[in-house]
């Protein structure tokens, strides 16, 4: 567990709670909506303190909110503040497109093993339109893909794929190590 993280412990200082007990990830939550008028639950609380040890790696979003809370403005500048010799390491959010933040006509490009490249142009709802892809057989340049999340790391889930009007259902890759890239073209 990384109870020694200088975030993690600071967090501890201003809640002025040990984070050792469930019923402090409740004091915490509540400290931390009085302090930025923003939310967090209590369970993400509990995985950043390794409390509960869901293997998630907290979100960009997640971690504004704890910066501003400890004082700065953002993450970023959390970071800057702490240095580079400070124990952070808990604290790397993923690589992840914010779907629901995305505005229309932004392209993606996706990878993962073996060999698969996806370029998508989001068309909004969450859905994506195939570009071009390169090493798939199952999703084809056209293809429109239902997507909530893309991330580093995490396989590649697609609630819907819709090709010439026909809804084929769901689809599932990059099980095993998860996308290597997610980058937002230009």
């Not at 008028?37 to 209590?42: I, R």
């Amino acid at each position: 567990m990384a109870t020694d993280s200088e975030i993690l412990k600071r967090i501890k200082e201003k809640a002025g709670v040990d984070m050792t007990k469930s019923a402090d990830f409740d004091v915490l939550a509540q400290s931390i909506k009085d302090n930025t008028s923003e939310s967090l639950g209590v369970n993400t609380l509990k995985r950043l303190f390794g409390y509960k040890t869901d293997k998630v790696v907290p979100r960009l979003s997640t971690m504004d909110i704890i910066a501003q809370y400890l004082g700065c403005e953002d993450y970023e500048s959390l970071i800057k503040e702490l240095g580079e010799d400070a124990d952070i390491s808990i604290f790397t959010p993923i690589d992840c497109v914010e779907v629901q933040n995305l505005e229309k006509g932004t392209q993606i490009r996706i990878s993962y093993e073996p060999n698969r490249i996806f370029f998508l142009t989001y068309i909004g709802n969450f859905k994506f339109i195939v570009n071009d892809v390169e090493g798939s057989r199952n999703i084809l340049k056209g293809d429109v893909l239902t997507i909530s999340q893309l991330a580093v790391g995490h396989r590649f889930v697609v609630a819907h794929v819709e090709r010439d009007g026909m809804d084929l259902g769901a689809y599932e890759s990059a099980k095993h190590k998860g996308l290597k890239s997610v980058e937002t073209v230009y």
